[in-house]
């Protein structure tokens, strides 16, 4: 199995920055894409942004210029940099990989998910 954990979450004022980390642990064999998404009160789950073993990245249009999706793979942690916050980015952040374990094929695994408020 493969554990997923964020941390960086919180309160932050509009125009302001916060810098999730979400570390996979476990039997892992192999890491593939990496990636967050959030989900606002009242809304469905979407993806925000996401990068592969190689480093190619994505992003969702809403965060584009804004938002940074980084990784260390020797330390299988995946980072999301957020600047210039806006009060409709609060939501709860969700880390997702793809993951293949010593007795498995590629599964994909969630983090138990964390909090971002931005305040106006």
């Known amino acids: 199995q493969v554990q997923l954990v964020e941390s960086g979450g919180g309160v932050v004022q509009a125009g302001g920055s916060l810098r999730l980390s979400c570390a996979a642990s476990?039997?892992?064999?192999?890491?593939?894409?990496m990636g967050w998404y959030r989900q606002a009160p009242g809304k469905q789950r979407e993806w925000g942004a996401s990068?592969?073993?190689?480093?190619?990245?994505n992003y969702v249009d809403s965060v584009k210029g804004r938002f940074t999706i980084s990784r260390d793979n020797a330390k299988n942690t995946v980072y999301l940099q957020m600047n210039v916050l806006k009060p409709e980015d609060t939501a709860v952040y969700y880390c997702?990989?793809?993951?293949?374990?010593?007795?498995?094929?590629?599964?994909?695994?969630w983090g138990q998910g964390i909090q971002v408020t931005v305040s106006s």
């Open positions: 997702n990989t793809d993951a293949r374990t010593v007795v498995a094929g590629f599964s994909s695994y």
């Open positions: 476990g039997s892992i064999f192999v890491i593939g894409t």
């Open positions: 990068i592969t073993g190689g480093g190619s990245t």
